[in-house]
């Protein structure tokens, strides 16, 4: 999730309730972050003050990092650069409709998942 230049009330308390479900809230947070988040969302529409803003999306972004998946994680940072080695090795062996396998989701996702389970 990609964050505007303004937080709002809404994206504020959307990225809380995914946290609270993932169970992440308490364990990644500190109270401090935590009351800041819950204030902003009892009193602030949306947050004008940039010094409030910095502070959310340092928080967002410690959340957005702890409720992500591991398979999604894995696909980021191993299965986008996998697909590419092998769609690269795949056309240097004549085979063109390789070209298209590094942005394929389903094949980074095999790729990911694939390592996943390789991983001891």
Request: charged share 25%; net charge positive.
């Amino acid at each position: 999730m990609m964050w505007s230049d303004r937080v709002s009330r809404v994206d504020v308390a959307k990225m809380k309730a995914l946290a609270v479900r993932r169970g992440v809230w308490f364990r990644v947070l500190t109270r401090t972050e935590r009351a800041c988040v819950d204030l902003t969302i009892r009193v602030v529409d949306e947050v004008r003050s940039r010094v409030l803003s910095n502070v959310l999306y340092s928080v967002l972004r410690k959340l957005e990092g702890a409720v992500e998946s591991r398979v999604a994680r894995l696909m980021r940072e191993v299965g986008v650069k996998a697909a590419g080695n092998l769609s690269l090795v795949a056309q240097s062996w004549g085979n063109k409709s390789a070209a298209c396998w590094a942005e394929d989701v389903g094949f980074v996702r095999f790729l990911a998942v694939l390592h996943l389970n390789s991983s001891p």
